[in-house]
């Protein structure tokens, strides 16, 4: 597991083991426990590449047909928060939603890539939380407005590698302050993960950092103010949010 990490005014990836952060390259500052550090997003996305509707049973809550393509829309940088971030109701919204989902991190410039050779370009994965603004999604029948807020692209806490989940069914849940409200697995996505790499690089080159969000299960619901919303997938861990 590799997180990003600061301390004072230095700022570095890590390697995660049993609670110790070991930094990566050529940084010597020591070995460090984790409640010495802050811990930052793990990536700097240049374009966070979002999916629609991507859970059979998301789809199945909603009544909605199963899509022919991915439906895609795009998160700007500027949304991007971390593990433990607060995440700001915006005064023109009256209903903003969690979406527990898992996502990738791109770790090589491509495109063009076909579906079989999508895992040389994925640096790991991560917990995401695309939260929305559902009164204004609904309103303004495009979804720009109502998923671009600033804090509302919570990622984290850290990267797992290929290796270290089964990306083919990890366990996927959402809490809101303890109670659970979306648990799934990855194994009900629509269009899977080379699939997803396939299609969206064909449209744009993706960058080192980039991150493809891939879809939330079903029991989508509304986040208050003062609400603690944490999002887990087995073998990454748990992403905390609180809301203000
Ligand atoms: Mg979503």
């Known amino acids: 597991m590799i997180g990003k990490f600061r301390l004072g005014d230095e700022i570095f990836y890590g390697e ?41 049973d998301h789809a ?6 199963i899509p022919e393509n991915p439906v895609l829309f ?27 989902e898992l996502a990738v991190v791109i770790g090589k410039r491509c495109k063009n890539i076909s579906a079989s050779k999508a895992e040389d370009v ?19 029948g495009q979804w720009t407005r109502a998923k671009s807020f600033d804090t509302f692209a919570a990622f984290g806490p850290y990267l797992a590698s290929p290796e270290e989940l089964d990306i083919k069914d990890a366990k996927i849940a959402c809490r809101v302050n303890g109670e659970i409200k979306q648990e799934s697995s990855t194994s009900n996505l629509i269009f899977d993960i080379p699939y997803l790499i396939e299609f969206i690089s064909e449209i744009m080159t993706l960058e ?23 999002v887990e997938i087995q073998g990454i861990g748990i992403l905390r949010n609180e809301v203000l």
């Open 74 to 100: 795009l998160k700007p940088p500027s949304s991007v928060i971390g593990h433990e971030d607060k995440i700001i109701y915006p005064a023109s919204s009256s209903r903003i939603d969690y979406e527990a």
């Open 60 to 65: 199945r809550e909603l009544s909605m047909e």
């Open 208 to 230: 080192v950092g980039d991150i493809i969000t891939t879809g939330t299960p079903s029991g989508i619901g509304e986040l208050q103010r003062m609400d603690t919303v944490e």
């Open 16 to 56: 995660i083991d049993n609670g110790r952060i070991y930094p990566k390259g050529d940084i010597h500052i020591g070995i460090f426990e984790l409640s010495e550090l802050r811990v930052l997003p793990p990536a700097s996305p240049s374009k966070i590449v979002c999916v629609g509707l991507n859970y059979l």
């Open 122 to 140: 994925i640096a790991g994965y991560t917990c995401f939380n695309d939260v929305t603004a559902r009164d204004l999604q609904q309103k303004d």
